[in-house]
C-alpha cells in the first residue's frame, strides 16, 4: 500500500535524500520518495503504519522535519506566495542546479561550481508602482495623479534593470579592462616572432618583459580575479569545476612567468632564448583569462535568453487598472487592486487580474496562456484571466484573483519551478563531471611527464605549454549546462503553448509514454453537462420530479448536479431544504426532500439499496445511452420513478488528438464512471478499441497499476476530485486547467486551455527538448574527448600539430556557449 505525507522542512536535494533515508529505515517501509517540489513523501509499506512512527523517526533526528497529513498544513500554499512576491531584487539560483532548488536572497556565485547565479523572473507583489512625470523626471509620487509642475498626467516610473542586466554590463566593463591591458602584452610578445624587431631598438627583452608583467597585474587581480577566487573555493569545499583548471593552468604559467623575471639563472638552457632570458607566458596567461572572461560575457547574454519566455510571460502584466468607484474611472497601481474591486478594460488593454465580466461584453485574446490565436468571445458572468489583452470594447469586470493567485502568477510560478528541476538524464552528466577535474588533472600531469621524457628540443617548454592546455580547454560547464539550459528553454516554450510543465522529469517521461489513459467528462467532452429532459413514469409529475431531483442536489459540487440546479433555476423550480443528504463517491446523491427520500444516480446506486428497475424504464433509459447521454435513475421511496438526461457535448479537438496520438504509437483508454452503453456511443466515435465504463477511483488507480507491472509507461489525463489518486500514480499525470485544483496538484503536466491538443503539443515538446538534451550532451562528451588530447598533442607525431593554450581557451569559452545557442533553438521550435 502507497500513503502521501506532506514534508515540512526541506529546502534542497540534500533534504531530500535525508528524509527518504530516516523514513525508509522505518520498520515495514518498502519504499521512500520525496517529491521536493510539492513538499510530500510517498511511502511504500506492507502494512499501515501509523503516522506517529514517522514522526517519532523524524524528530528524532532533530525536529529539523516534521510530516503529517495533506490538508492539514498550508506550507505549500504560504511557501508559494512567499517564493512569488520575494524580497529585494529577487530569488537567485545556480544555472546548472549543483543544489537542486535551492535558491538565495541576493547576487553571486554559486558556492558549488562558481557559476554565475542568475535572477528569477517573478511577479513581485511587495513592491509598489511609483509614478513621474515625463516632462519634470524628478517629480516622483507613490500614486497616480498629475505633475504639480506642469499639470501633465503622471507615468509609472520604469524598474531598475534586473541583476541579470548588471552581471552582463559588470562584466562587459571588465572585459574592456582586460582587452586594454591584454593587446599590448599580445603585440610585444608576438613581435618577437619578427627577424627585426623594433621594440628591441628601444628597450631590452628583459624589460619588456617586465612591462608584460606590469601589464598583466589590472587583467588578474581586477577583470579577472573573480575566476581565482572561484578555483580557490573549488579547491576548499573540494567541488572541482572549470574554475579550478582555469586557475592552476593560468596561474601556473604567470607565477613561472614572475619566477622567470626574478630568478632566471635558476632555470636551465631549455627555458631560456639566445640572449639568455627565460621565456615568459605573461601573453598567454592575459590572453587565456580574457577569452574566458569573453565567454562568461556571451554565456550571460545567452542566459538571459534562456528564461525569455517567462520575461514574455511577466510583459503582460500591466502597471496599472482603471478602478470603477461610484461610476468614476480612477487609475490605480497593480499591486493595490483587492478582491471585490470593479476594474474597467478598455479596448486593447490587457486585463490586470482574474475575474469575471459584470457588465459589457468582447472578444479577448488569451493565446498567451492558452497558445491559441483566435480570440475568445466573453459576456457578462464569463471568467476572464490576467494577462489575456481585451478586444474591440470595454467591459466591466470583479477582480477575483489578484496577486500570487492569479492564473498568470501560477504559470510562472510554475515554470520558474520546472526550470530548476533536474532531469533524469542529467544524472549521468553528473556522475561525470565528478570524476572530470581529477582526471584532467591528472592527464595534465601525464602530458607533461611524457613530453619531458619523449619530447623534442626544447622538451620542457612544450611539456610546460602542452600541460597547460589541457588544463584550459577541459569545460566541465557544456556537461553541466546541456540538460538545465535545454530544460529551462522547453518549459517557457511550453508555457507559451498553454502547456505546463511541473517538472523536468515529467517533461523527459512524456517522450517514452507508450499508453494514455483518459477521462471522459471534462477530458474528452466539454465538462459542461446540460440536462435535457426529466422523465417520469408517470407516477408522479415531473415538475415534481425536477423539484426533489434539483433540491437534492443543491448541495452537491459535482459537474452533474450543477447542470440539473441550473436546469431547475431555469425553470423557476421551488429549492426546499435536504435533510439527511449523502454523496456517495461514483454512484450518486441521496438524502430527504419534503419527508420523501429520494436517491439519484446510477444503477449501482440502485443495487446497493435494493431497488428494482421495471423493463420499461431500462429500455428508455439504453436508448438514451446509446445516444451517448448520461442518464441517472429517480428513485422515491426506494422505488424507480424516472431519469434524467444529461449531454456533455464531445470537444471538437478530442477525435483528431486522439486519432494523431494513436498514429504516433500511444494506446489511448478511455476510463470513465459513465455506464456501458454511454461509454461505447462516445468510444465509436472516437474510434477508441480500448475502453472501460462504471469506473470507481479505485478501478482507475488499479489499471494504471495493472499497466505499469506490464511495463507500460503510463500518462492520465483527467480534470476531478475523483481523478487526483490516478493521476499520482501515473508516470505522468496530465490534468486539464479547466479542472480542479486538487487534480491539477496532483498532476506533473496541466493543460491551460483543458483539450487533448494539448496532450499531443506535451509530446512533441518532450521529444524535441530530450532530442536537443541529447545533442547538448553529445556535443559536450565529443568536445572533450577530442579536444583533451589534441591538446596534450597526439596529433604533432604525425602532423606536427600542436594546439596553443590561448587557442584551447577560445575553443573552450566557446564549447559552452555553443550549447546555450543550441538550447535556444528551442524557442522557435512549432508544436
Not at 560575457?297 to 487598472?321: C, D, F, Q, Y
Not at 498567451?368 to 474591440?392: A, L, R
Not at 588533472?441 to 628540443?457: K, R
Request: glycine share 6%.
Amino acid at each position: 500500500m502507497k500513503y502521501t505525507y506532506h514534508i515540512h522542512g526541506i529546502t534542497c536535494n540534500g533534504c531530500r535524500n535525508h528524509v527518504e533515508e530516516i523514513v525508509s529505515k522505518v520498520k515495514g517501509v518498502s519504499k521512500a520518495k520525496v517529491a521536493l517540489e510539492k513538499a510530500e513523501v510517498t511511502i511504500e509499506m506492507e502494512t499501515h503504519i501509523p503516522l506517529e512512527m514517522f514522526q517519532e523517526a523524524l524528530k528524532n533526528d532533530g525536529e529539523k522535519y516534521n510530516i503529517h497529513k495533506l490538508g492539514e498544513h498550508h506550507h505549500s500554499k504560504v511557501a508559494k506566495e512567499k517564493f512569488l512576491t520575494g524580497k529585494g531584487t529577487g530569488t537567485f539560483y545556480c544555472p546548472m542546479h549543483c543544489e537542486g532548488e535551492k535558491t538565495y536572497d541576493k547576487a553571486g556565485d554559486c558556492p558549488v561550481c562558481g557559476m554565475d547565479l542568475v535572477e528569477e523572473q517573478n511577479i513581485s507583489t511587495s513592491k509598489s508602482t511609483q509614478w513621474t512625470c515625463p516632462m519634470h523626471p524628478e517629480v516622483i509620487k507613490e500614486e497616480s495623479g498629475v505633475c504639480p509642475i506642469c499639470g501633465m498626467d503622471l507615468i509609472p516610473l520604469e524598474a531598475d534593470s534586473s541583476a541579470e542586466d548588471k552581471t552582463y554590463k559588470k562584466l562587459l566593463k571588465k572585459f574592456w579592462i582586460a582587452v586594454a591591458f591584454t593587446v599590448p602584452i599580445f603585440l610585444i610578445a608576438m613581435s618577437e616572432m619578427l627577424s627585426y624587431n623594433p621594440l628591441y631598438s628601444i628597450l631590452e627583452q628583459k624589460y619588456w618583459n617586465w612591462i608584460q608583467f606590469a601589464l598583466s597585474i589590472p587583467v588578474l587581480f581586477y577583470a579577472t580575479w573573480m575566476f581565482y577566487k572561484r578555483a580557490w573555493t573549488s579547491i576548499k569545499t573540494m567541488n572541482l569545476n572549470m574554475f579550478t583548471l582555469i586557475g592552476v593552468g593560468s596561474g601556473i604559467a604567470f607565477l613561472f612567468s614572475i619566477f622567470a623575471l626574478l630568478f632566471p639563472d635558476v632555470f636551465p638552457s631549455d627555458f631560456k632564448t639566445a640572449d639568455g632570458n627565460v621565456f615568459v607566458y605573461f601573453e598567454a596567461t592575459t590572453v587565456i583569462l580574457t577569452l574566458v572572461l569573453l565567454g562568461q560575457l556571451l554565456e550571460a547574454r545567452a542566459h538571459s535568453k534562456t528564461n525569455g519566455a517567462i520575461k514574455e510571460l511577466l510583459k503582460l502584466v500591466p502597471a496599472t487598472a482603471t478602478l470603477v468607484v461610484n461610476g468614476e474611472d480612477k487609475v490605480i497601481a497593480i499591486d493595490t487592486i483587492e478582491q471585490g474591486f470593479l476594474l474597467r478594460v478598455k479596448p486593447g488593454e490587457k486585463i490586470p487580474v482574474d475575474g469575471s465580466i459584470i457588465e459589457g461584453h468582447s472578444s479577448i485574446d488569451e493565446s498567451m496562456v492558452t497558445g491559441e490565436p483566435i480570440p475568445v468571445d466573453k459576456t457578462v458572468d464569463d471568467k476572464v484571466n490576467s494577462g489575456t489583452i481585451n478586444g474591440t470594447r470595454s467591459f466591466i469586470m470583479k477582480a477575483e484573483k489578484v496577486g500570487s493567485e492569479t492564473l498568470l502568477s501560477q504559470i510562472i510560478h510554475m515554470v520558474n519551478n520546472a526550470s530548476r528541476s533536474k532531469a533524469p538524464i542529467q544524472k549521468l552528466a553528473d556522475r561525470i563531471a565528478k570524476y572530470f577535474v581529477p582526471i584532467v588533472l591528472l592527464i595534465s600531469v601525464i602530458t607533461f611527464i611524457v613530453w619531458v621524457i619523449f619530447g623534442p628540443e626544447p622538451p620542457y617548454v612544450f611539456a610546460f605549454v602542452n600541460a597547460i592546455a589541457v588544463l584550459i580547454i577541459a569545460c566541465p560547464c557544456a556537461l553541466g549546462l546541456a540538460t538545465p539550459m535545454s530544460v529551462m528553454v522547453g518549459v517557457g516554450r511550453g508555457a507559451q503553448s498553454g502547456v505546463l510543465i511541473k517538472n523536468a522529469e515529467a517533461l523527459e517521461k512524456m517522450n517514452k509514454v507508450d499508453t494514455l489513459i483518459v477521462d471522459k467528462t471534462g477530458t474528452i467532452t466539454e465538462g459542461k453537462p446540460s440536462v435535457e429532459k426529466v422523465i417520469s413514469t408517470n407516477k408522479i409529475s415531473e415538475d415534481v420530479l425536477l423539484k426533489y431531483i434539483v433540491s437534492l442536489n443543491q448541495y452537491s459540487e459535482h459537474p452533474l448536479a450543477e447542470a440539473i440546479v441550473n436546469y431547475g433555476k431555469s425553470k423557476n423550480v421551488s429549492i426546499t431544504k435536504v435533510h439527511d443528504f449523502e454523496s456517495i463517491t461514483g454512484k450518486g446523491v441521496i438524502g430527504t426532500v419534503d419527508t420523501k427520500k429520494i436517491a439519484l444516480g446510477n444503477d449501482k446506486l440502485l443495487e446497493m439499496f435494493s431497488i428494482s428497475i421495471s423493463e420499461d424504464l431500462v429500455k428508455k433509459v439504453i436508448t438514451e445511452q446509446e445516444q451517448g447521454k448520461t442518464v441517472s435513475f429517480i428513485t422515491l421511496e426506494n422505488e424507480a420513478v424516472g431519469y434524467v438526461s444529461i449531454f456533455d457535448a464531445i470537444k471538437e479537438t478530442s477525435q483528431n488528438a486522439i486519432a494523431e496520438l494513436q498514429n504516433n504509437g500511444i494506446e489511448v483508454i478511455m476510463l470513465t464512471g459513465d455506464n456501458k452503453n454511454t461509454a461505447k456511443a462516445v468510444a465509436q466515435q472516437l474510434n477508441l478499441k480500448h475502453y472501460k465504463a462504471e469506473c470507481l477511483p479505485e478501478d482507475k488507480l488499479n489499471e494504471i497499476k495493472t499497466l505499469q507491472q506490464q511495463g507500460k509507461i503510463v500518462a492520465m489525463a483527467g480534470d476531478g476530485i475523483n481523478d487526483a489518486p490516478a493521476l499520482a500514480q501515473s508516470d505522468v499525470g496530465i490534468a486539464m486547467g479547466t479542472g480542479t485544483d486538487v487534480a491539477i496538484e496532483s498532476a506533473s503536466i496541466t493543460l491551460v486551455k483543458g483539450d487533448l491538443q494539448g496532450i499531443v503539443k506535451a509530446r512533441q515538446l518532450s521529444h524535441k527538448v530530450v532530442k536537443n538534451i541529447q545533442q547538448n550532451l553529445f556535443f559536450a562528451f565529443v568536445y572533450n574527448t577530442i579536444g583533451v588530447p589534441i591538446a596534450a598533442g597526439v596529433l604533432y607525431p604525425i602532423f606536427g600539430l600542436l594546439l596553443s593554450p590561448m587557442i584551447a581557451a577560445l575553443a573552450m569559452s566557446f564549447s559552452s556557449v555553443s550549447v546555450i545557442a543550441n538550447a535556444l533553438r528551442l524557442r522557435h521550435i512549432k508544436i
